[in-house]
């Protein structure tokens, strides 16, 4: 088994192909039963990023994600477009350093929800899912900022309308936040533009206008971390994650291991415990600050910004998640300065509109 070559397929965004290595792989009988289960979830996970969820029935798992896809009667996403192929979502937090809002219909009650490249499906907290008597498929703990913990379910929802776009059939998360959530597998069915000068979320038709401004290469690990290269102070190349969803008032556009500081020279800030609120309640954090002279995604810098310690989550500081340790998470205070565009055709993204300075 080339697993190597599976795994890279699979981040590339290349589908078919790692269809085809995990067949070949699986009609050998050689494997052990844990190698063999390995397959079968990377093959899980294929089927969901390639929304072919049909095939995920055949496979010999019991886990949330494999339940969620064996409990769609049809294809997932499906797209009812108006007659543009392209709509616009005004944003509508009321500070720019808050996280971008957009009105949303789920199962037609109108709400407003955040968006988040650090979630993964369309999400609704608990109380919105009991309301709307939608019930999971499946359940689990998951763990959240500053190692709070939480029950989280998933299930499916009959009709999500976006502007003028209306989905049918479209797989969600439930959760203890206080506000649904727009996260990367809802936007990975289009090319989405996070336009931020612009205040407003725009979805084109996938496979559309090519990208503008500068693009460059990311990768999807797991099943929404974004992830691309970049620098911290020009030392490089780092593996960023790319998530929009950290909020702070205090300017801080970077969060990062202790690990990545030492490589690029910055002495660790002393840490305080701060309490705050996270998206499933109180939480405690020892966090620290340290200057950032320059912070580059692909070949997009910006000057003079503030990075945090203690918040990057540690399980992507090793190889366990990616195949290889995450440098750092670019976040809301970088990203928020340009329009930001997701092609999940292509794997590509672009940053566009701004100045380079702080």
Known sequence: MDSASIRNAYQEGRYDAALSLLETALGHTRFRPLARYRLNRFLSLTCFQSNRYAQAGALPLRDPLTKLMRSFPSLPYQVDWPAADQIALPFLQELPWQLPQVAVEVDGTKVVATIDTG????????DLAATLRIEPVATAGGRFAGGQGATVGWARLGRLGLGGIALREVPISLN???????????LRQFNATLDYPGSRLVLTRPGGASLPGERFPFLLVHTHLLIACGALNGVGPMHFLVDSGLEADNGAAFAAPDHTLRRAGI???ASQTTEGFSGVGRTRLDIGFFDIDTLSLGGTTRHRLTGMTGVFPKQLAAKTVAGFPLDGLVSHNFLRHYRWTLDFTAMEMSLEGASQGS
Do not use: A, E, R
């Open 119 to 126: 979630g993964d499906l369309f999400s609704i907290p608990w």
């Open 267 to 269: 002495p660790l800030p």
């Open 176 to 186: 203890s936040f206080s506000h649904p959530v727009v996260g990367t597998g809802l």
